[in-house]
């Protein structure tokens, strides 16, 4: 059976990065509430700007500085603004597709030694088990042509492209180093070949 979403509420939401109208989606796949902030008219556009930002509570909601995801969040938010129109896909999908539970235990790991992708196999999963379907087929349901995707993540341009998405442009997202963070960022860029400009810890 082809998997299918379907928009089930459009609200508008201001916000501090200016306003947008949230889009919340229903699908096959799964049972979570995956969601869509639009700004301005994209069906049938080319080179729209995207955003496909998977959750992270910590980082998100909390402010946790021990990634760079609450702050891509708002940097990409204000891109799409500035822009005038484009899309940010908001996936629930915590963790890169671990769970919160997890993660947590992840970070215990990394406070003793190992680094994000270890952490993660030593919990029985992949480095990264997050997934683009929904995400493709949100884009579909939208009608957007083709995108420029606000990524520093390789594998989700070609994850993206083999789902059927048109992506002409990656447009890079770096936010500050924090020393908090530092090391999450070195693993992001040598072990899963993220394009980010890293400096050696000092």
């Known amino acids: 059976m082809k998997a299918t979403v379907e928009d089930k509420v459009q609200t508008r939401i201001p916000t501090k990065h200016g306003e947008f109208i949230l889009h919340?989606?229903?699908?096959?796949?799964?049972?979570?509430?995956?969601?869509?902030?639009?700004?301005?008219?994209?069906?049938?556009?080319?080179?729209?700007?995207?955003?496909?930002?998977?959750?992270?509570?910590?980082?998100?909601?909390?402010?946790?500085?021990?990634?760079?995801?609450?702050?891509?969040?708002?940097?990409?938010?204000?891109?799409?603004?500035?822009?005038?129109?484009?899309?940010?896909?908001?996936?629930?999908?915590e963790g890169r597709g671990i769970g919160l539970l997890k993660k947590l235990q992840a970070y215990n790991l990394q406070d003793q030694g190992l680094d994000t992708v270890d952490a993660n196999i030593k919990l029985g999963h992949l480095a990264d088990e997050r997934q683009y379907d929904i995400a493709a087929l949100i884009l579909d349901n939208l009608k957007v042509h083709s995108i420029e995707l606000i990524t520093n993540n390789p594998q989700k341009i070609d994850e993206l492209t083999k789902l059927g998405v048109q992506v002409n442009n990656r447009i890079a997202i770096e936010t500050r180093i924090h020393r908090d963070n530092l090391d999450y960022l070195k693993t992001k860029a040598e072990r899963m070949r993220h394009m980010l400009s890293v400096p050696d810890r000092s």
């Open 24 to 93: 919340y989606y229903s699908n096959s796949l799964d049972d979570k509430e995956h969601v869509a902030f639009v700004k301005g008219d994209v069906a049938g556009k080319d080179d729209v700007p995207v955003r496909i930002h998977s959750e992270c509570f910590t980082g998100d909601v909390l402010g946790s500085r021990r990634c760079d995801c609450g702050e891509q969040l708002d940097m990409a938010l204000d891109m799409i603004n500035t822009a005038g129109y484009g899309v940010l896909i908001y996936l629930r999908q």
